[in-house]
């Protein structure tokens, strides 16, 4: 998990929302792409923890991955008070990605290092990275 402004962070943010039946990954990034936080939490924590979030950031919007339950995730979300704007995004390949994106932000150390990417087992769920994602593929269909 990662964290760096107060609460007193002034431009809108984003949150990023992978959800799952068993965890689910939540994101906050702000509109230039500055990360803000990210942590992977139990499904049934993750409106909790949204809703802590909320207190904490300027979340403008929630970005919602389109595959799993997100339906329900969808509805679930809009009867929080003061609802946010909810926006569908494509989530096909995120998961792939994410893996990627992982040893970026992550990369191996010592001898791991040297072992194909594919051949490394990743230590942590990723539905937090696949959060981020989502956060991106949305500011990607709002500046192209």
């Known amino acids: 998990m990662s964290e760096s402004l107060p609460s007193s962070l002034s431009q809108p943010v984003i949150l990023g929302f992978d959800p799952g039946r068993q965890k689910c990954g939540v994101a906050v990034m702000g509109l230039d792409r500055?990360?803000?936080?990210?942590?992977?939490?139990?499904?049934?924590?993750?409106?909790a923890e949204i809703k802590a979030l909320r207190s904490r950031f300027p979340i403008s919007t929630i970005v919602l991955g389109d595959q799993t339950s997100s339906k329900h995730w969808k509805q679930t979300l809009g009867q929080l008070p003061d609802p946010p704007?909810?926006?569908?995004?494509?989530?096909?390949?995120?998961?792939?990605?994410?893996?990627?994106?992982?040893?970026?932000?992550?990369?191996?150390?010592?001898?791991?290092?040297?072992?194909?990417q594919s051949l490394r087992k990743i230590p942590r769920p990723i539905d937090d990275i696949v959060a981020i994602l989502l956060i991106e593929r949305y500011l990607n269909r709002l500046t192209s």
């Open 85 to 116: 704007r909810i926006m569908l995004v494509d989530e096909r390949y995120t998961t792939l990605e994410a893996r990627d994106r992982y040893w970026q932000m992550y990369p191996p150390a010592g001898l791991a290092g040297w072992l194909p």
């Open 34 to 47: 500055s990360l803000q936080h990210h942590q992977v939490v139990a499904a049934d924590q993750a409106i």
